[in-house]
């Protein structure tokens, strides 16, 4: 038994699942709302260059292209977590991270 939309579900899983979907989504909802708060052309806090963002299962990942630091607002490493592993692997390897610092 799958939970539809609109209907109770009597599986205790499946009501934490459609729980956690739902927070994140009001999670990527605030933190899109804090980023539309910063200023364009945010600067590596490690060598000053000015980082390139990636948007990866609606995260957005700010990346210096110089030293591949990783800057993540507030409540992003979360969404990261939540991610499987396949994905997550697939998301450090985008933004350049070598194998050794994983």
Same mark, same amino acid.
Do not use: G, L, T
């Given at each position: 038994m799958s939970w539809e939309p609109g209907k109770p579900? &009597?599986?205790e899983n499946e009501w934490f699942?459609?729980?956690d979907a739902e927070w994140l989504q009001e999670? $990527? !909802?605030l933190l899109d *709302? $804090? $980023?539309a708060l &910063?200023? *364009?052309g945010i600067k590596c !806090? $490690?060598?000053g260059t000015e980082l390139n963002e990636q948007v990866h299962d609606g995260v957005r990942i700010d990346v210096c292209p110089t030293c591949h630091g990783i800057w993540l607002d507030g409540g992003e490493l979360v969404h990261l977590l939540h991610l499987n592993p396949a994905a997550l692997? &697939?998301?450090m390897s985008s933004v350049g991270l070598p194998p050794a610092s994983r």
């Open positions: 579900s &009597h599986n699942k459609r729980r999670q $990527r !909802a *709302a $804090r $980023r &910063h200023p *364009a !806090a $490690r060598d692997e &697939h998301v």
